[in-house]
């Protein structure tokens, strides 16, 4: 057995100059013992001699090695299972003879380091996120911000740049069970593990975050499943914001039923007696920041007695500057839609949840920008009022928006769209995804989507020609 040994178990140029002279002295997989200074000792051999020196005449052999397995070595390194090293060792060998071997998605060891890879990203992106600083004073008078995190895995020095580049006009450190970073404005220096309890307790500033997370909370948007996925327990002992996060979930129902309400109270007005007062009324209404953003609102099209009413999230960039819903793309979309699906869109009334187009603007561009729970709530009063006048047996709801205007609440897309669910009024809706979402979508994603969406469409046609 050979001794491969790194004195930093994360050193990646060390790993590979060690491994590049294995390969060429020929040394196979199953003859390498690795181990770095902080492994288990897994795989390694008490016995093992040290590997020898390259041999001159393969000295100037080249040792093939894909951007692609640089790439997931990098990354898969920093694992802290303790067979990473034979296993990138074992792929780097089998790279010399076939060279292609990262395209095979059925590999094991391929499948194998891309999973480590996977758990290093994930574990990189945990910390970027859930690194909470607080404030100390030190001797020279000067603050500090000081930060614990346990990370899965050996990422600390991968992380370094990040929080440099974040904060560099600061001093902070960031502690952590295996080593430290302190930052003093100038240069990154590294020490020891450090405890939990070196971090100091609440500083001033924490309950203005603390204000800040609670305001920015949108119960339209809870989903504690996707929540708990992005944001695990295990880092919730050192989140200032989680121990409010029980409290903010149990209200959030009746946090959302008090927006709609707030929403509905916004109008003291009679209700339009014709859709030619809703046209006038929505282009002179500002209840809501959307209002106020200088476009003009765009009013629903079609028969005043439709069977079936189109409802949308709101009108984009070509339907504000012509004054009509859906004749940008995703109209396009949805027309190639309804044509296959043999629903003529002409016997439609076509409208949207939210009347006027939000937007960020970029240059001479105008970015489209979802509207909030309590926008579309405030501009619901409209849409009741088109639904009254107009009196749809069935309304199609495109995307969460269009359906939230419709429902009073925020669906899950995925899990109920093509069924027909129904409205506060009786009216039979038909969920399915906002045309735009396939805009954004490519390759067999693109086409799956696209197939959905007709699938959708066709289960309305069913519906609307059984009456």
Known sequence: MIAANLAEPDDFEVWREEARRLVQQGVPPQEVAWSGVDDTGAGSDLFAAAAPAVVPSLASGGVRASRAFMDLAKSAILHSDPQRLPLLYRLLWRLQDNPRLLDDAADTDVLAVERLAKQ???????????????SVREDDGQERYVAWFEPDHRIERATADFFVGRFANQRWSILTPRLSLHWDGTALLEGPAGSRADTPGEDATEELWLGYYRSIFNPARLKVGAMLKEMPRKYWKNLPEARQIHDLIAGAQKREASMIATGASLFADAAPRSLAEIANGISECRRCAIGCNG?????????????????????????????????????????????????????????????????????????????????????????????????PKVILALGASGARGLLGRTPAIGRERGQALTGPDGTQVWLTAHPSYLLRLEGAAKEREHQKFAADLAGLARMLDEG
């Open 295 to 391: 476009t003009r609102a765009v009013m629903g099209e079609g028969p005043g007695d439709a069977t079936l009413m189109i409802v949308g999230e709101q009108p984009g960039d070509n339907e504000e500057r012509e004054g009509h819903p859906f004749i940008g793309p995703a109209g396009q979309v949805l027309d190639q839609a309804m044509h296959e699906a043999g629903i003529d869109r002409g016997t439609a009334y076509v409208t949207n949840a939210v009347k006027h187009f939000k937007f960020a603007p970029r240059g001479k561009l105008r970015l489209h920008q979802n509207p909030t729970a309590g926008e579309i709530d405030t501009c619901r009063w409209w849409l009741d009022a088109e639904r009254t006048l107009v009196k």
């Open 120 to 134: 290093v990203r994930r574990d990189i992106h945990k910390m970027h996120a859930f690194v909470r600083f607080r």
